[in-house]
């Protein structure tokens, strides 16, 4: 990617006003985060579920690390940076971490174990988003920084099968919160013409064409980014081919994703400015609901059930967005609306 150079003081005013467009693609990727989750388990019962999931796990991920690493490119690890991501995403780790470990031991009757080291459900993206955004100096001070961040992504995905701390899968995406940190306005005005319009919704179509026919066959841990070529039993050559034509997808369909989310402020914006919510959340609901067969139940349904599914889930990501439910669980979402509004104690 060329990087176009902005003045700093050009990029500072550029980012300083709040850009409804990425509020609006953080609500479309919420949604595909929850319709992801509430899909996975019919992935073996139904083909058109299966390509679906393929689909959306292809680019939804990435575009949240690049939409992150677009709003990152002024961190630069000051005290008052470093004090508000403690509180923003460290701390909604450590509370959403001891939450899912709960769950999981009142769902198996088992006793309570908690290790902070293995993070459990969404909450890796906490730790991988820690990591990336402290990392987000270097990336400005590198040459070829989305060439690096591919090489060790690569190396990573071949030598790294440890997933402690969501490390695997913190460097396999590291590429594109990297790339999200070289995008300026400009390039993302060249996505709304409507030629690129209409290949975007093209390429989605080929996507899906892809999925429902060649994809039926995958590994559905492809997608997730974290294993190695000895953990998919595939040779080394065939992990790396078959990891750059996932890459490859996955940028044409990030950029057609891009190209097709609305620009303008609308009731999505508002919505789209409290995903956490809707991200921390909605795996306790669905992990319930499919511990208590409620999936299953759906899908002994057929295609009725997988729809009804299917807007459940867009219904549970919309809902859990809403003021009510973000009133009553800001002390665990956004324990820095608390603490960032502390007066600090004066020095003795």
Not at 35 to 44: A, I, S
Not at 177 to 202: D, Y
Not at 295 to 319: E, F, K, N, Q, Y
């Amino acid at each position: 990617m060329t990087r176009t150079e902005t003045p700093p003081a050009a990029a500072s005013s550029t980012r300083a006003a709040r850009d409804p467009f990425f509020d609006n693609a953080k609500l479309v990727l919420i949604v595909l985060v929850v319709l992801g989750h509430n899909w996975y388990p019919l992935t073996d019962q139904s083909p058109v579920i299966k390509a679906a999931y393929e689909v959306v796990y292809t680019f939804h991920m990435p575009a949240f690390a690049l939409v992150s690493g677009y709003l990152s490119t002024r961190y630069d690890g000051g005290p008052s940076q470093m004090r508000k991501l403690v509180l923003t995403v460290l701390v909604p780790y450590l509370i959403f971490e001891t939450l899912y470990a709960w769950q999981a031991s009142v769902l198996s009757h088992q006793p309570f174990n908690l290790h902070f080291s293995s993070p459990i459900y969404v909450t890796w993206f906490l730790v991988s988003l820690f990591v990336w955004r402290l990392s987000a100096p270097l990336w400005r001070a590198v040459p070829q920084p989305v060439v690096i961040a591919f090489a060790v992504s690569l190396v990573s995905a071949i030598t790294v099968p440890s997933n402690v701390f969501s490390l695997a899968r913190t460097l396999q995406m590291l590429p594109w919160f990297v790339i999200g940190m070289q995008l300026r306005p400009e390039h993302l005005e060249r996505l709304r013409v409507i030629p690129v319009r209409i290949g975007a919704a093209v390429a989605f179509v080929v996507a899906a064409v892809l999925a429902a026919t060649v994809g039926q066959g995958l590994d559905l841990r492809w997608f997730d980014r974290e294993y190695t070529d000895i953990d998919l039993h595939v040779t080394m050559l065939r992990f790396v081919g078959q990891t750059a034509l996932l890459d490859l997808a996955t940028v044409v369909l990030v950029a057609a994703a891009l190209a097709l989310i609305p620009t303008k402020a609308s009731w999505m914006t508002a919505l789209g400015g409290a995903t956490m919510y809707p991200f921390l959340l909605h795996g306790l609901v669905v992990r319930f609901a499919q511990h208590y067969g409620v999936h299953d139940t759906l899908a002994s349904w057929g295609p009725p059930g997988l729809a009804v599914l299917t807007l459940g889930a867009i219904g549970l990501a919309l809902v859990l967005g809403l003021r009510p439910v973000r009133v009553l669980t800001a002390w665990a979402v956004q324990p820095a609306d608390t603490w960032l509004r502390r007066p600090r104690l004066s020095p003795s």
